[in-house]
């Protein structure tokens, strides 16, 4: 059979399912890799490896063995030393192997962000131990955020008030890091009026942004999403402009997630990720050409529209309450049934829950956002999950 391209998929979450779809549908050849068997990517793709992603060992032998037009990225935790020698053995690393190493972990990107682009973030200090975080709170006061370099979906985050607090959320975010550095952020609580991603393509014709999407999170993971996110001309005009320095500074082609705080006209840079977004999940219904046909699209140079619109929606994560490896969901029926023209489900196919994982969203489109988000959740409310053991 022949393919437009090969693409090795490195993470095969629920971002990579969606991602495999849309380049499939391209005519791509996608091999899912992961660090677990049967990942919701691997159940769609042409071909899977399993291996820790930190292995440079076995990262290096998948990609001799497979030899791909493109390396994927959906993770955060990869040994992107590995990513950077392939990259110069003449691999495609999306969007750039110094992409993945500046993104990998939240000190790299901030120190760019702050100290090289000149964008405005928080007040902010790194701490590698519990005396390093006692002091860095004495820069940045209270109340604060201390989360993990590297994470992902808001693991290990927590606002501290006070300085009491201070070593159980050194000891939380250690023990909710990935990968193999000790080490967190500290950083100024930000009193913003919202906060939103901007969807940012950078493609072989230029840049193009999506409307922006607003999110409500909780545990520092998302609950919630919606677009598009009301905010002033001003405003959208700063996130623009700042996003597209630093995704110009990154280099490649693909979308990346950039996430700002909003007070008023002031937009504040938070983080950014060069793949899609968790709160993308929402461009699944509000889009025509969703965030995973984009970062696809963009991949494999296919033309990119210049304009993005969205309708008015909202997806709503479905949680779980506890581990297991046997479970089922009730309720899709009942959904789907609130509005079958504007309510919608999509289940991840993970193998096993953990308390609090993502196991499905719902997706919903409405009259404006506040419609959309009141049926998301309330179809999102209508789906449990049952355990067997």
Known sequence: MSYTAKILLLGSGELGREFVISAKRLGAQVIACDAYDNAPAMQLADGREVFSMLDADALRAAITKHQPDFIVPEVEAIRTEALAQVEADGFTVVPTARAAQLTMNRDAIRDLAADELGLKTSVYRYAESLEGVIAGAGVTGFPCIIKPVMSSSGKGQSKVDSAAELE?????????????????????????????????????????????????????????????????????????????????????????????????????????????????????????????????????????PADIRARPSASSVILAAQDSSDFAFEGVADAIALSPEQADIRIFAKPVTR????????????????????????AAAKVTITYKD
């Open 168 to 304: 159980a959320a050194w000891n939380y975010a250690v023990a909710n890091m990935r990968g193999d550095r000790a080490r967190v952020i500290v950083e100024q609580f930000v009193d913003f009026d919202y906060e939103i991603t901007l969807l940012t393509v950078r493609h072989k014709d230029g840049i193009t942004f999506c409307p922006p999407i607003g999110h409500r999170q909780e545990r520092g993971d998302y609950q919630e999403s919606w677009q598009p996110a009301q905010m002033s001309a001003n405003a959208l005009s700063a996130a623009q402009e700042m996003a597209a320095t630093v995704v110009n500074e990154l280099g490649g082609n693909g979308l990346f997630g950039v996430e700002f705080f909003v007070k008023g006209d002031a937009v504040i840079f938070s983080e950014l990720s060069p793949r899609p977004h968790d709160t993308g999940m929402v461009t699944l219904c509000s889009q025509n050409l969703t965030e995973f046909d984009l970062h696809a699209r963009a991949i494999l140079g296919l033309p990119v």
């Open 355 to 378: 308390r609090f994982r993502r196991m499905g969203v719902a997706l919903a489109t409405g009259s404006d956002v506040d419609a959309a988000r009141t049926l998301a959740n309330a």
